[in-house]
Protein backbone atom coordinates (compact mmCIF):
# COMPACT_ATOMS: atom_id res chain seq x y z
CA UNK A 1 0.00 0.00 0.00
CA UNK A 2 2.76 2.18 1.02
CA UNK A 3 4.28 1.65 -2.38
CA UNK A 4 1.20 2.19 -4.27
CA UNK A 5 0.35 5.46 -2.27
CA UNK A 6 4.17 6.60 -3.55
CA UNK A 7 3.48 5.84 -7.36
CA UNK A 8 0.13 7.59 -7.19
CA UNK A 9 1.67 10.75 -5.49
CA UNK A 10 4.65 10.47 -8.15
CA UNK A 11 1.94 10.43 -11.20
CA UNK A 12 0.42 13.48 -9.76
CA UNK A 13 3.25 15.26 -9.58
CA UNK A 14 4.08 14.46 -13.01
CA UNK A 15 0.47 15.38 -14.47
CA UNK A 16 0.72 18.56 -12.60
CA UNK A 17 4.19 19.43 -14.14
CA UNK A 18 2.93 18.39 -17.39
CA UNK A 19 -0.30 21.14 -16.85
CA UNK A 20 2.38 24.45 -15.63
CA UNK A 21 4.18 23.43 -18.38
CA UNK A 22 1.11 23.26 -20.77
CA UNK A 23 0.01 26.91 -18.94
CA UNK A 24 3.44 27.89 -19.75
CA UNK A 25 3.53 26.75 -23.66
CA UNK A 26 0.64 28.75 -23.85
CA UNK A 27 1.63 31.73 -22.32
CA UNK A 28 4.63 31.60 -24.51
CA UNK A 29 2.78 31.02 -28.22
CA UNK A 30 -0.01 33.64 -26.72
CA UNK A 31 2.48 36.69 -26.45
CA UNK A 32 4.82 35.64 -29.75
CA UNK A 33 1.49 35.52 -32.16
CA UNK A 34 -1.04 37.62 -32.98
CA UNK A 35 -2.74 34.53 -35.27
CA UNK A 36 -6.18 33.79 -33.42
CA UNK A 37 -6.93 31.03 -35.24
CA UNK A 38 -2.99 29.63 -34.55
CA UNK A 39 -3.62 30.67 -30.92
CA UNK A 40 -6.86 28.98 -30.29
CA UNK A 41 -5.77 25.65 -32.45
CA UNK A 42 -2.43 25.52 -30.24
CA UNK A 43 -4.67 25.71 -27.44
CA UNK A 44 -6.65 23.00 -28.25
CA UNK A 45 -3.53 20.50 -28.63
CA UNK A 46 -2.05 21.62 -25.44
CA UNK A 47 -4.95 21.16 -23.31
CA UNK A 48 -5.75 17.97 -25.02
CA UNK A 49 -1.92 16.50 -24.37
CA UNK A 50 -2.57 17.89 -20.87
CA UNK A 51 -5.23 15.63 -20.02
CA UNK A 52 -4.77 12.88 -22.49
CA UNK A 53 -7.57 13.07 -23.91
CA UNK A 54 -7.34 12.97 -28.35
CA UNK A 55 -10.48 15.65 -29.17
CA UNK A 56 -10.52 19.20 -28.38
CA UNK A 57 -12.21 22.26 -29.45
CA UNK A 58 -13.08 25.70 -28.85
CA UNK A 59 -16.57 26.90 -30.09
CA UNK A 60 -17.32 30.79 -30.09
CA UNK A 61 -20.62 32.44 -29.92
CA UNK A 62 -21.61 33.88 -33.23
CA UNK A 63 -22.85 37.59 -33.22
CA UNK A 64 -26.88 36.25 -33.65
CA UNK A 65 -26.28 34.98 -30.00
CA UNK A 66 -28.00 31.95 -30.72
CA UNK A 67 -25.46 29.53 -32.69
CA UNK A 68 -22.10 27.92 -31.57
CA UNK A 69 -19.30 27.63 -34.02
CA UNK A 70 -16.50 25.36 -34.15
CA UNK A 71 -13.57 28.02 -34.60
CA UNK A 72 -10.79 25.46 -33.49
CA UNK A 73 -10.05 21.83 -32.89
CA UNK A 74 -7.69 18.63 -32.98
CA UNK A 75 -8.51 15.43 -33.94
CA UNK A 76 -11.86 16.06 -35.35
CA UNK A 77 -12.92 14.53 -38.60
CA UNK A 78 -12.92 16.59 -42.04
CA UNK A 79 -16.12 18.67 -41.76
CA UNK A 80 -16.47 19.88 -38.36
CA UNK A 81 -13.90 22.18 -37.05
CA UNK A 82 -14.53 25.60 -39.31
CA UNK A 83 -17.69 24.13 -40.62
CA UNK A 84 -20.06 23.13 -37.74
CA UNK A 85 -22.44 25.73 -36.44
CA UNK A 86 -24.57 24.64 -33.74
CA UNK A 87 -27.75 26.07 -32.02
CA UNK A 88 -28.03 27.38 -28.82
CA UNK A 89 -31.12 25.16 -27.19
CA UNK A 90 -32.47 24.71 -24.13
CA UNK A 91 -31.37 20.84 -23.76
CA UNK A 92 -27.40 22.18 -25.12
CA UNK A 93 -24.72 21.58 -22.56
CA UNK A 94 -22.65 24.15 -24.00
CA UNK A 95 -25.87 26.72 -23.63
CA UNK A 96 -26.21 25.48 -20.20
CA UNK A 97 -22.40 26.09 -18.94
CA UNK A 98 -22.18 29.48 -20.64
CA UNK A 99 -25.66 30.87 -19.07
CA UNK A 100 -25.02 29.10 -15.64
CA UNK A 101 -20.82 30.32 -16.20
CA UNK A 102 -19.59 26.75 -14.78
CA UNK A 103 -17.72 24.10 -16.01
CA UNK A 104 -20.16 21.31 -16.69
CA UNK A 105 -19.38 17.28 -17.42
CA UNK A 106 -20.83 14.57 -18.96
CA UNK A 107 -19.38 10.92 -18.03
CA UNK A 108 -21.09 9.39 -20.52
CA UNK A 109 -23.19 10.90 -23.23
CA UNK A 110 -25.33 7.72 -24.35
CA UNK A 111 -26.20 8.05 -20.63
CA UNK A 112 -27.19 11.89 -20.00
CA UNK A 113 -30.79 12.58 -19.98
CA UNK A 114 -30.49 16.54 -19.31
CA UNK A 115 -28.89 17.33 -23.06
CA UNK A 116 -29.21 16.32 -26.48
CA UNK A 117 -25.63 15.86 -28.24
CA UNK A 118 -25.13 16.61 -31.83
CA UNK A 119 -24.54 14.12 -34.07
CA UNK A 120 -20.90 14.65 -35.10
CA UNK A 121 -19.92 13.77 -31.53
CA UNK A 122 -21.69 10.42 -32.09
CA UNK A 123 -19.37 9.92 -35.19
CA UNK A 124 -16.43 10.56 -33.40
CA UNK A 125 -16.96 7.93 -30.88
CA UNK A 126 -17.37 10.50 -28.03
CA UNK A 127 -18.25 9.57 -24.63
CA UNK A 128 -17.34 11.78 -22.41
CA UNK A 129 -17.54 15.64 -22.14
CA UNK A 130 -16.35 18.59 -20.22
CA UNK A 131 -17.64 22.18 -21.02
CA UNK A 132 -15.77 25.37 -19.94
CA UNK A 133 -16.81 28.97 -20.32
CA UNK A 134 -14.25 31.07 -21.44
CA UNK A 135 -15.44 34.54 -20.71
CA UNK A 136 -13.95 37.95 -21.69
CA UNK A 137 -12.66 40.40 -19.97
CA UNK A 138 -16.00 42.11 -18.75
CA UNK A 139 -17.65 39.31 -18.60
CA UNK A 140 -18.59 38.74 -22.08
CA UNK A 141 -18.71 35.24 -23.03
CA UNK A 142 -16.73 34.11 -26.26
CA UNK A 143 -17.66 30.77 -25.91
CA UNK A 144 -16.01 27.62 -24.98
CA UNK A 145 -13.39 25.11 -24.15
CA UNK A 146 -14.55 21.29 -24.88
CA UNK A 147 -12.74 18.35 -24.01
CA UNK A 148 -14.21 15.30 -24.53
CA UNK A 149 -12.67 11.51 -24.39
CA UNK A 150 -13.47 8.26 -26.44
CA UNK A 151 -13.88 6.73 -23.19
CA UNK A 152 -16.33 7.17 -19.95
CA UNK A 153 -14.63 10.11 -18.13
CA UNK A 154 -15.45 11.52 -14.36
CA UNK A 155 -12.82 14.13 -14.49
CA UNK A 156 -11.36 15.14 -10.81
CA UNK A 157 -11.52 18.46 -8.83
CA UNK A 158 -7.64 19.18 -10.13
CA UNK A 159 -9.04 18.37 -13.76
CA UNK A 160 -11.56 20.97 -13.36
CA UNK A 161 -9.37 23.73 -11.75
CA UNK A 162 -6.79 23.01 -14.93
CA UNK A 163 -9.37 23.70 -17.18
CA UNK A 164 -10.86 26.77 -14.98
CA UNK A 165 -7.67 28.06 -14.87
CA UNK A 166 -6.74 27.80 -18.82
CA UNK A 167 -9.89 28.98 -20.12
CA UNK A 168 -9.45 32.14 -17.20
CA UNK A 169 -6.33 32.69 -19.47
CA UNK A 170 -7.89 32.02 -22.75
CA UNK A 171 -10.55 35.05 -21.84
CA UNK A 172 -7.84 38.16 -22.05
CA UNK A 173 -5.57 36.02 -24.93
CA UNK A 174 -8.60 36.11 -27.21
CA UNK A 175 -9.57 39.38 -26.54
CA UNK A 176 -5.84 40.95 -27.06
CA UNK A 177 -5.96 39.31 -29.91
CA UNK A 178 -9.78 40.82 -31.12
CA UNK A 179 -7.91 44.20 -30.62
CA UNK A 180 -5.02 43.53 -32.66
CA UNK A 181 -7.00 42.65 -35.41
CA UNK A 182 -9.32 45.36 -34.81
CA UNK A 183 -6.48 47.44 -35.05
CA UNK A 184 -4.91 45.90 -37.79
CA UNK A 185 -8.50 46.48 -39.75
CA UNK A 186 -8.03 50.36 -38.65
CA UNK A 187 -5.05 50.74 -39.80
CA UNK A 188 -5.30 48.86 -43.41
CA UNK A 189 -8.52 51.02 -43.59
CA UNK A 190 -6.41 54.50 -42.78
CA UNK A 191 -3.92 53.48 -45.01
CA UNK A 192 -5.66 52.43 -48.22
CA UNK A 193 -7.53 56.28 -47.43
CA UNK A 194 -4.28 57.89 -47.61
CA UNK A 195 -2.94 56.35 -50.24
CA UNK A 196 -6.25 57.13 -52.18
CA UNK A 197 -5.97 60.45 -50.88
CA UNK A 198 -2.32 60.79 -51.72
CA UNK A 199 -3.00 59.56 -55.25
CA UNK A 200 -5.78 62.45 -55.64
CA UNK A 201 -3.75 65.24 -54.65
CA UNK A 202 -1.17 63.96 -57.13
CA UNK A 203 -3.54 64.18 -60.09
CA UNK A 204 -4.83 67.52 -58.75
CA UNK A 205 -1.23 68.79 -58.86
CA UNK A 206 -0.61 67.24 -62.30
CA UNK A 207 -3.74 68.83 -63.42
CA UNK A 208 -3.11 72.08 -62.18
CA UNK A 209 0.91 71.15 -63.55
CA UNK A 210 -0.88 70.96 -67.09
CA UNK A 211 -2.69 73.74 -66.74
CA UNK A 212 0.06 75.76 -66.40
CA UNK A 213 1.81 74.64 -69.51
CA UNK A 214 -0.81 75.52 -71.40
CA UNK A 215 -0.69 78.77 -70.21
CA UNK A 216 2.65 79.18 -70.86
CA UNK A 217 2.11 78.40 -74.21
CA UNK A 218 -0.64 80.59 -74.81
CA UNK A 219 0.80 83.63 -73.13
CA UNK A 220 1.57 86.70 -74.92
CA UNK A 221 4.77 88.25 -73.33
CA UNK A 222 8.18 86.88 -72.09
CA UNK A 223 7.64 88.16 -69.17
CA UNK A 224 4.21 86.13 -68.40
CA UNK A 225 6.14 83.23 -69.95
CA UNK A 226 8.58 83.61 -67.19
CA UNK A 227 6.19 83.83 -64.47
CA UNK A 228 3.93 80.93 -65.09
CA UNK A 229 7.62 78.51 -65.67
CA UNK A 230 7.99 79.88 -61.94
CA UNK A 231 4.57 78.97 -60.80
CA UNK A 232 5.37 75.37 -63.09
CA UNK A 233 8.23 74.52 -60.97
CA UNK A 234 6.62 75.38 -57.02
CA UNK A 235 4.19 72.68 -58.62
CA UNK A 236 6.33 70.67 -59.57
CA UNK A 237 8.33 70.85 -56.10
CA UNK A 238 4.87 69.99 -54.85
CA UNK A 239 4.07 67.05 -56.74
CA UNK A 240 7.93 65.32 -55.63
CA UNK A 241 6.92 65.53 -51.92
CA UNK A 242 3.67 63.81 -52.95
CA UNK A 243 5.62 60.52 -54.96
CA UNK A 244 8.32 60.78 -51.77
CA UNK A 245 5.27 59.87 -49.90
CA UNK A 246 3.55 58.05 -51.40
CA UNK A 247 6.18 55.49 -52.36
CA UNK A 248 7.63 55.56 -48.64
CA UNK A 249 5.22 53.59 -46.92
CA UNK A 250 5.85 55.29 -44.18
CA UNK A 251 2.52 57.75 -43.45
CA UNK A 252 3.31 61.21 -43.54
CA UNK A 253 7.45 61.16 -43.57
CA UNK A 254 9.91 60.72 -46.22
CA UNK A 255 13.91 60.47 -46.32
CA UNK A 256 15.63 64.26 -46.59
CA UNK A 257 18.46 63.14 -49.09
CA UNK A 258 16.44 61.28 -51.42
CA UNK A 259 14.44 63.86 -51.45
CA UNK A 260 16.06 67.09 -51.32
CA UNK A 261 19.02 65.56 -54.05
CA UNK A 262 16.15 64.27 -56.20
CA UNK A 263 14.08 68.15 -56.19
CA UNK A 264 17.80 69.57 -57.17
CA UNK A 265 18.59 67.18 -59.69
CA UNK A 266 15.32 67.69 -61.59
CA UNK A 267 15.56 71.03 -61.52
CA UNK A 268 19.31 71.25 -63.26
CA UNK A 269 17.40 68.94 -65.81
CA UNK A 270 14.87 70.95 -65.93
CA UNK A 271 16.84 74.24 -66.95
CA UNK A 272 19.38 72.11 -69.00
CA UNK A 273 22.29 74.52 -67.51
CA UNK A 274 25.57 72.89 -69.27
CA UNK A 275 28.42 72.22 -66.51
CA UNK A 276 26.30 73.37 -63.29
CA UNK A 277 27.04 69.93 -61.44
CA UNK A 278 25.23 69.23 -57.62
CA UNK A 279 27.15 68.20 -54.65
CA UNK A 280 25.13 66.98 -51.71
CA UNK A 281 26.26 65.82 -48.28
CA UNK A 282 22.94 64.82 -46.60
CA UNK A 283 22.62 62.81 -43.40
CA UNK A 284 20.44 59.91 -43.31
CA UNK A 285 17.25 62.18 -41.90
CA UNK A 286 13.36 61.34 -42.16
CA UNK A 287 11.22 64.60 -42.11
CA UNK A 288 7.60 65.55 -41.98
CA UNK A 289 5.77 65.92 -45.14
CA UNK A 290 4.35 69.05 -43.76
CA UNK A 291 7.95 70.07 -43.23
CA UNK A 292 9.09 68.80 -46.56
CA UNK A 293 6.74 70.93 -48.70
CA UNK A 294 7.77 74.45 -47.57
CA UNK A 295 11.91 73.33 -47.58
CA UNK A 296 11.30 71.88 -51.15
CA UNK A 297 10.05 74.92 -52.20
CA UNK A 298 13.10 76.88 -50.12
CA UNK A 299 15.02 74.99 -52.05
CA UNK A 300 13.58 75.33 -55.63
CA UNK A 301 13.77 79.02 -55.31
CA UNK A 302 17.07 78.86 -54.15
CA UNK A 303 18.31 76.85 -56.92
CA UNK A 304 15.59 78.30 -59.43
CA UNK A 305 17.80 82.23 -59.06
CA UNK A 306 21.18 80.55 -58.87
CA UNK A 307 20.38 79.01 -62.17
CA UNK A 308 19.23 81.98 -63.52
CA UNK A 309 21.39 84.77 -62.19
CA UNK A 310 24.15 83.74 -60.38
CA UNK A 311 26.07 81.75 -63.18
CA UNK A 312 27.00 84.66 -65.80
CA UNK A 313 30.04 84.35 -68.04
CA UNK A 314 31.50 87.09 -66.30
CA UNK A 315 31.13 86.55 -62.71
CA UNK A 316 31.29 82.53 -62.47
CA UNK A 317 35.03 81.31 -61.44
CA UNK A 318 35.57 77.68 -61.73
CA UNK A 319 33.22 74.70 -62.35
CA UNK A 320 29.59 76.04 -61.68
CA UNK A 321 27.94 74.12 -58.19
CA UNK A 322 25.49 74.17 -56.52
CA UNK A 323 26.08 72.32 -52.86
CA UNK A 324 23.64 71.27 -50.52
CA UNK A 325 24.34 69.97 -47.31
CA UNK A 326 21.88 69.11 -43.98
CA UNK A 327 22.16 67.29 -41.01
CA UNK A 328 20.79 66.31 -37.41
CA UNK A 329 22.23 68.17 -34.36
CA UNK A 330 20.59 67.62 -31.09
CA UNK A 331 17.18 67.09 -32.37
CA UNK A 332 17.54 69.98 -34.96
CA UNK A 333 17.69 69.69 -39.10
CA UNK A 334 19.95 72.52 -40.67
CA UNK A 335 20.02 72.60 -43.95
CA UNK A 336 22.86 74.97 -46.05
CA UNK A 337 22.52 75.56 -49.81
CA UNK A 338 24.78 77.62 -51.61
CA UNK A 339 26.32 78.51 -55.16
CA UNK A 340 29.34 79.41 -55.96
CA UNK A 341 27.98 82.24 -58.43
CA UNK A 342 28.47 86.06 -58.61
CA UNK A 343 27.34 86.85 -55.49
CA UNK A 344 26.15 90.57 -53.79
CA UNK A 345 26.91 92.53 -51.24
CA UNK A 346 27.01 91.15 -47.60
CA UNK A 347 23.48 92.50 -46.45
CA UNK A 348 20.01 90.85 -45.87
CA UNK A 349 17.86 91.00 -48.93
CA UNK A 350 15.67 94.11 -49.09
CA UNK A 351 12.01 93.81 -48.07
CA UNK A 352 11.58 95.28 -51.04
CA UNK A 353 12.41 95.46 -54.41
CA UNK A 354 14.32 91.79 -54.45
CA UNK A 355 11.98 89.60 -56.63
CA UNK A 356 9.06 87.18 -54.95
CA UNK A 357 11.80 84.42 -54.65
CA UNK A 358 13.08 85.38 -51.72
CA UNK A 359 10.29 87.03 -50.12
CA UNK A 360 8.62 83.66 -50.67
CA UNK A 361 11.72 81.87 -49.19
CA UNK A 362 11.25 84.10 -45.93
CA UNK A 363 7.81 83.06 -46.01
CA UNK A 364 8.78 79.47 -46.47
CA UNK A 365 11.17 79.61 -43.74
CA UNK A 366 8.95 80.96 -40.92
CA UNK A 367 6.45 77.84 -41.81
CA UNK A 368 8.57 75.41 -40.49
CA UNK A 369 10.35 77.72 -37.91
CA UNK A 370 13.67 78.31 -39.24
CA UNK A 371 15.22 82.04 -39.89
CA UNK A 372 17.09 82.18 -43.10
CA UNK A 373 20.48 83.01 -42.60
CA UNK A 374 21.79 84.55 -45.58
CA UNK A 375 25.41 84.90 -47.20
CA UNK A 376 26.40 87.27 -50.30
CA UNK A 377 30.10 86.49 -50.30
CA UNK A 378 31.72 84.21 -53.17
CA UNK A 379 29.09 83.58 -53.78
CA UNK A 380 25.14 83.14 -52.38
CA UNK A 381 24.67 80.62 -49.06
CA UNK A 382 21.16 80.50 -47.05
CA UNK A 383 21.69 78.05 -43.84
CA UNK A 384 18.27 76.97 -41.98
CA UNK A 385 17.46 75.69 -38.98
CA UNK A 386 14.56 74.07 -37.48
CA UNK A 387 13.26 71.97 -35.15
CA UNK A 388 12.50 68.19 -36.24
CA UNK A 389 9.44 67.63 -35.93
Given at each position: ??????????????QMMERQRVLADFGALALRSDDLDAVLTEACSLVARALGCELAKILEVEDDG??????????????????????????SSETYS??????????????????????????AGVVGIVNVPIFLPGGKAFGLLQVDSREAWSPGDDEIQFLRTYAAILGPVIDRLHKVHALKEATDRNRIL??????????????ISSLVRKQIKTAKSADARAE????????????????????????????????????????????????????????????????AIPL????????????????????TTGHPVIRIEAGLRDDRIWVHICDNGSGRTLQPPPKRGSGTGLALIAG????????????????????????RR
Open positions: MAQRGSWWRMADTKATLFVRAGVGWQPGVVGVVHLPMCERIEAGVPVFTPNISKEDRFEFPRFLLDLLELQHRIKNNIAALAVVGERVEALSLVHEHVYASNRGDRLSLRTYATELLRRLLALHCQAGVRLEASIEEVDIASDTGLILNEFATNSLKHAFSADHLSQQIGARPNWCFENGTSLHLEFK
